[in-house]
DNA sequence: CTTGAGGTTTTGGGTGACCAAAACGTAGAT
DNA sequence: ATCTACGTTTTGGTCACCCAAAACCTCAAG
């Protein structure tokens, strides 16, 4: 597959709608312009130019004043654009030192310049990393789709997950996160899961901790195989 | 000093005015359009643009149909898109493994959109190197002006000096010097200086080597403050 | 002192990106 | 069934970039 080129706005675009046509938001949902314009920080009228030049090119599916999806191609440039993203974010924080919540927006500035090349030499020289800094996957570099993690709040007791924090959180919850131990790539236990959208009880780091339901579903987790083993 | 914002062709225009009119191509010399042109690789048209869309900012002063040169703030300007260029450089071949001469060709993909914060890190990352992988110095922040190197025919028999090879070298030339040992960064002591233009006699690495005037004067050398102590 | 060659600038034309505001569609409320 | 509110698309304008080709300077040769 010769590899399409696409300029930065369109690369953003295709990521924008990705993220807001994927699975957890309802089934063969529709991104819509204003939405697409929220995300990207850009005029409607500017999104509409943009999705419409993708579509040309047969990269999205657009139905005026409907919303737009992406073509198996838009989808397959979208993980391409997202798998960029999240080395340029490992190689801010492994190499730079960044902290995991600060290379997300340094990343966004040079990824879309840089050769395929580098990157492919950029994810062997970090040593194949398996998520990015936030704790979220990256995939493989033909893959179709990024594997959903589910939020922290559906694990059972018992499972044992990795955490992941998205990089639209808000600081002040990401600061209370923190003083629960609760940081991209911990390792968590659930202990107990309280009924009627109670508190979780987890082992975190050795200590007892509880979060509530409404933290508990803005974070989310990678499950390990590897169940608890008990008495 | 406020840093002023550039577009990519700016920069690269500011670095291309800043080389041809280097001291080295005479006191006072004057970049020529197309000359612009032909290193940048665009129309002459294409040059005369930008340049006016510098002149019109301050940072170059542009004599119709005569020739243009660098203010201060211009030179100012160039200098520390040359530093980036260098340590880009360095990225790609201490971090990411390429060649000397594969890295200059890269580093011009995205160097122009490294947020300067990433560039500072970089930097400190690498261990603040004090030349790029061709051998030329990185300079200083706030640095106006790079030192020249003196092409390695300068030097006299009893001298000792750091080899910097340009990157705009034939690589045929590349190559030939890769046999004689002849790499950026590599020491070479001048033991003889045959006249009438004749051949260097040298010593790389341990071992006598000849080299004829002419490619003695196409790459440079970093003179090393201690000189020889022969019996 | 004219003339022309060679280099420079201008002009006209195209793309991508952006915005503000006008025009337009869709769907819910009367 | 119309009206209207809201969101979307279109229109008109700006800017950086690029090119090809026309118009234009400069200077040196005749």
Redesign the interface.
Known sequence: MLQATFSKSERETLKAIYRLTAPSKGLGAEAHTGDLADALGVSPGTATATIKRLADRGFADHKPYRGVVLTPQGRQAAVSAIRRHRIVERF?SD????AWNEADR?AG??E????Q??ED??FV?LHRPSTCPHGFPIPEPEEADIPELPPLYALEPGDVAEVAVPGSTDPAVVEFLATLGLRPGVLVEVREKHPFDGPLVLLVDGSARTVGERIARQIYVRKQENRKESA
Chains 1, 2 share one sequence.
């Open positions: 801010l190499m730079l030192g960044y340094l500035a040079f879309h310049e840089l050769p090349e580098v030499r950029l020289a």
